[in-house]
């Protein structure tokens, strides 16, 4: 569904994202795991065409992004931190994003009612709490019933009960055949939901391998400490 070849970016010089290359399917939950500063963000937002790469060549569906920005459509989005016009309503907000939409008819308002955000409509956006923010992103995210889901860090200031809202809807849009990616910086956060853990080192991928398959090379029965082992294996290689 995605396929990334031989992908570079830097900013200045900082080499960022560094000759990547790697295939994501539908269907597949992959979390993309790594330090502060390793490159996620930038590798989701060259997905999204946010940020332009130097080079190589980023297809969805087989069609290269550069030349059709309709494959955004097909994307939901939540971003590490999502920024909203400070006077702009909560209620506001979902009406503007229905409006800029073309495929409206497909509503998916699960997490909308789940997290409740009806009756905050009439909040600002400047007034919300960093968690409050997150939920309006999340449900933004998922708002029209994309086939591919971003979601940056999105359990980052959730609380525990909205972070289990988000994995089980994660969950279910999974088994509709939907590709997600999720970025994280917490090694144990993924271990419900993903099947595929690629990890991203100072702009490369260290390992991108099956959930069960990492447990088993490091064999361990928990995620977060089999990554960590794995890590330092090949940090000392
Ligand atoms: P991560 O999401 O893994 O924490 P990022 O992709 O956000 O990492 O950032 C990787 C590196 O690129 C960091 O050193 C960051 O400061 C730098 N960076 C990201 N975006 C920009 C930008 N627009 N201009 C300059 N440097 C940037
Ligand atoms: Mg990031």
Redesign the pocket.
Known sequence: MIQIESLNKS?NK?H?VKNISVCFNKGEVVSVI?P????????MKCLLGMVIPDNGTILFDNKNILHDWNYRNDIGYMP?IGRYPDNMKIGQLFEMMKDIRSNKDDLDEELMDAFKLQSMFDKPMRTLSGGTRQKVSAALAFLFNPKVLVLDEPTAGLDPIASEILKEKILKEKKKEKLILI?S?IMSEVDDIADKVMY?FEGNIKFFNAVSEIKKLANEEKLGKAIAQLMSQTTHA
Do not use: C, D, Y
Not at 36 to 43: D, E, F, H, R, V
């Open positions: 900013f900082l960022v790594g502060n500063g390793s490159g996620k963000t930038t590798l590490q970025t910086h991203i």
